[in-house]
């Protein structure tokens, strides 16, 4: 359910497992030039963005899931490669609730697209638009057409003053990746695109995110030979932290009485079982028990487990991809304490 849905600490969950599994993550990587040997794919140069330093990978295979960056890669194989995909814009609000919400909201809109409305971390959630975008994906942002846009089309269902400008905390953009094709991007197919190239290079693209397990089996299962894969195990494994949050926070109370019952529940929701090292420090150190916000359920512990678990490196890295205060417009608050916890 989107409203129980986090995707960035669902996507750091992942990355987490892949390091226990022995995987090396690099973040703030970008891929400069693909390596060929023979005309085959056997690595990347790429570049530190923070430290400037130069990083050399050598790979049996290269996958290439890079979302709108896709034929950018593909093209660094092949020059000549034609263009697969084409981008559809969506934007979403975030907006500050007085009342709670239980339900989920879908409303019909014409020519086709529906407008979501669902409750998320005490706020409600509302999009999304659906529009052709051209253009280089880094430069995207909300416009204040945006905004009116998904205002104007949250009357057709909700009652006047609960999406209002004056209630957003805040607002953000992507871009969904599409094959090519001649239908509008509302009604365009929402499929997985995955292609091998003579090079090697295994281009993924589009899917959606709850079926990005199947995703990942489809690709492994195109280059079993190339690794060598006599069993493919299929078998769903758990995510680190995996449990119930309920049980976890109960427990954790009993551990910190010092902590509130909302921010227990929020790291049970958030890091499930790990939440009991994310707070052993604090035995040593009760200062990172403390809010990081007034009246927010983050607390400095998370700050120092980004850091040293989640690849964190800067602010905005932990108010806005390892908790939620960014985008429940508690970011400006919180900074100058994250940066501090982060030196």
Known sequence: MDDETNDARMTIAVAR??????????????????????????????????????????ATCVVNATGPWVDDLRRMA???APRS??????????????????????????????????????????????????????????????????????????????VEPHRILSSFAGVRVLPQGDTETASAR?????????????????????????IALDALERLRDDLDLHLLDRAPLPLPGAADPGVVAERLLGDHPAISSATAAHLARFHGSEAFDLLAPAREDPGLLEPLAAGAPEI??????AREQEWALTADDVLARRTTLAALGRGDEARTRVEGLLR
Do not use: M
Request: proline share 5%; aromatic share 6%.
């Open 78 to 80: 092949d020059p000549a």
């Open 190 to 214: 929402r499929e997985t695109v995955i292609e091998r190239s003579e090079s090697g290079l295994l281009s993924i693209a589009g899917g959606k995110f709850t079926t990005f397990r199947r």
């Open 85 to 162: 995909l084409r981008f559809a814009k969506g934007a979403h609000l975030i907006v500050r609730l007085d009342e709670p919400w239980e339900a989920a909201l879908t409303t019909p809109l014409e020519g086709g697209r529906v407008q979501f409305a669902n409750p998320w971390e005490g706020a409600l959630l509302v999009g999304t638009t659906d529009e052709p975008f051209e253009g280089d994906p880094r430069d995207l942002e909300v416009t204040a057409t945006d905004i009116e846009q998904i205002v104007r089309e949250s009357r057709v269902s909700i009652e006047p003053g609960v």
């Open 17 to 58: 497992a892949a390091a226990h599994a022995g995987a090396r993550i690099a973040t703030r990587a970008e891929v400069r030039a693909l390596r060929l040997r023979g005309g085959r794919v056997v690595g990347a140069e790429c570049a530190d963005l923070l430290g400037g330093t130069g990083l050399e990978i050598t």
């Open 300 to 305: 400095a512990a998370q700050v120092r487990w």
